[in-house]
């Protein structure tokens, strides 16, 4: 199985920027995807930004399309989320995922999370 720890959330006002990392560690070589998804208060989860290991594939949710990009470091076995102009919807807490299947959007190990707020 795969171990994830995000960071890098924080406070920031609207208009500003925030990148998220998330260290993988654990079985990373058998990784089909991992995505970045985010749970604002009284809402669902929803998937912002998610690729395949080998990069053919890459999703991005139309909330976001042009402000966020999701990169990723392989010898590091770390993925990236870099947020920029930022809104107050965009606050929410953060998390990573991966999975093993050949799906985009449906992840069987998690991170725990790291709280992004943006402020108006």
């Known amino acids: 199985q795969v171990q994830l720890v995000e960071s890098g959330g924080g406070l920031v006002q609207a208009g500003g920027s925030l990148t998220l990392s998330c260290a993988a560690s654990?079985?990373?070589?058998?990784?089909?995807?991992m995505g970045w998804f985010r749970q604002a208060p009284g809402k669902e989860r929803e998937v912002v930004a998610a690729?395949?290991?080998?990069?053919?594939?890459?999703y991005y949710a139309d909330s976001v399309k042009g402000r966020f990009t999701i990169s990723r470091d392989n010898a590091k076995n770390t993925v990236y989320l870099q947020m920029n102009s930022l809104k107050p919807e965009d606050t929410a807490v953060y998390y990573c995922a991966a999975n093993y299947a050949g799906d985009l959007f449906t992840y069987d190990y998690w991170g725990q999370g790291t709280q992004v707020t943006v402020s108006s």
């Open positions: 690729n395949t290991w080998s990069l053919h594939s890459t």
């Open positions: 654990g079985r990373t070589f058998s990784i089909y995807a």
